[in-house]
């Protein structure tokens, strides 16, 4: 049976009320209730992910989908002709192709998702530009059915994949790329970031993209396709920076903190801009420390650059010790601290309350680790 709009809407209006699933149940069609909670509690739980609030899609194609800002930069950055989604999910990616493209193809293997993707399509005002097609986009028959000058794919990634390899995605890469590269030498594949670039057996672009100071994807874009060798882009700024291996090696390092501190973002440190990113910045910047989730540069300047991702006023260093930090914070009339600090998640939370012990107010310290040392900083 088909569901209807009107369905979802009222399943949305009752969990936001609060209502058991089970009343929920009661005003909704008997065989198509489940999925019909379901696409509710996606659109609830999608939240600021797209502009619309109306999409079609599961949970797991929701926590699979291209969020909105990532796939509109793409879309124009490629402003593709013609492009195949062979791995389209719920669509989001292809949609905001073939928002330039005069021909689409959206390719899965899951027919729900496929379902989705054309409904979505429809809300975007772009159905019309696409073939939707449901099967596996390695079998010939739907090898044969694709005309495009660009061949996309956004890969499923299962969970308990212990090495990041090509071959374990799904479709895998490598396999796409036999399949089709009788029909075009233009492939772009979302890869997952944590990937060793040597793997990748291809030329072309390794693009990072931040979304909102969190690395969120790592494209791989053939050569006739690439700008670069590798590129950081800072969304939903629109910051790029691409690398150059002819630039003067100009970073320095420094044991010592300077007045500022500067958060270098993760899309840089994976993409191993940081020379490139001195350059742009110039001042008396330098290099702090280099930890997976954390890169830090410091100044004893003010540096306002578009390429940073954070800047913070050095107040104060302390012994690393929660105590000597608490009596700091103290001191100094902080409220609230956020720790910016590598600790497993079981000793944060007593480490965090034994830091905020009777604070008060309103203000908010950052406090980083360097080494045994903890520096006390502001956000400028
Ligand atoms: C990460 S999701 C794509 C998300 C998409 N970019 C979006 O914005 O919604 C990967 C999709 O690949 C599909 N898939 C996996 N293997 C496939 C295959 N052999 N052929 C076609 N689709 C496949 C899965 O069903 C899943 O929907």
Redesign the pocket.
């Known amino acids: 049976m088909e569901i209807e709009e009107s369905h979802i809407k009222l399943a949305v209006e009752l969990i936001k009320r609060g209502w058991e699933e089970r009343k929920i149940r009661r005003e909704l069609p008997r065989d198509t209730a489940d999925e019909i909670i379901e696409i509710a509690r996606a659109r609830i739980k999608a939240r600021d992910k797209f502009s619309r609030d109306d999409l079609w899609?599961d949970l797991?194609?929701l926590r699979?989908?291209?969020h909105e800002v990532v796939?509109r930069y793409r879309a124009e950055r490629l402003r593709p002709e013609s492009i195949a989604?062979?791995?389209?999910?719920?669509?989001?990616?292809?949609?905001f192709f073939a928002r330039y493209a005069e021909k689409a193809y959206a390719?899965?293997?899951?027919e729900r998702?496929?379902f989705y993707?054309m409904k979505n399509a429809e809300k975007y005002g772009v159905k019309d530009k696409i073939t939707f097609i449901n099967?596996?986009?390695?079998?010939k028959e739907?090898v044969d059915r694709i005309d495009a000058d660009i061949i996309f794919?956004?890969?499923?990634?299962p969970p308990e994949m212990p090495e990041r390899r090509l071959e374990d995605l799904?479709?895998s890469p490598v396999?796409i790329y036999e399949a089709y590269k009788h029909k075009t030498d233009a492939f772009i594949f979302?890869l997952p970031p944590q990937i060793r670039r040597e793997k990748i057996p291809w030329k072309g672009e390794f693009e990072y993209i931040d979304l909102y100071g969190h690395l969120n994807r790592l494209t791989f874009y053939f050569e006739p396709l690439a700008r670069a060798e590798r590129s950081a882009v800072m969304l939903p700024k629109g910051v790029r920076l691409e690398s150059d291996e002819s630039l003067e090696d100009i970073v320095e390092w420094s044991t010592e903190v300077g007045r500022y501190i500067y958060e270098i973002p993760q899309s840089v440190h994976y993409a191993d801009l940081i020379n490139e990113l001195f350059h742009k910045v110039r001042g008396s910047l330098k290099m702090l420390m280099r930890e997976k989730r954390r890169i830090l540069a410091t100044a004893d300047e003010e540096i306002g650059s578009e390429y940073l991702k954070a800047a913070y006023h050095v107040l104060g260093i302390v012994p690393f010790h929660p105590m000597r930090i608490n009596d700091f914070l103290k001191r100094e009339g902080f409220g609230r601290a956020t720790l910016r600090i590598s600790i497993p998640d079981r000793e944060y939370y007593n480490f965090k309350r034994r830091v905020e012990m009777n604070l008060k107010g309103e203000r908010r310290a950052y406090v980083f680790q360097f080494g045994n040392r903890a520096i006390i900083t502001e956000k400028l």
């Open positions: 899609m797991s194609g699979y989908s291209t796939a989604d062979v791995s389209c999910g719920i669509g989001i990616q292809l949609i390719v899965d293997i899951d998702k496929l993707a099967g596996d986009s390695l079998k739907i794919s956004d890969p499923a990634r799904l479709p396999q979302d």
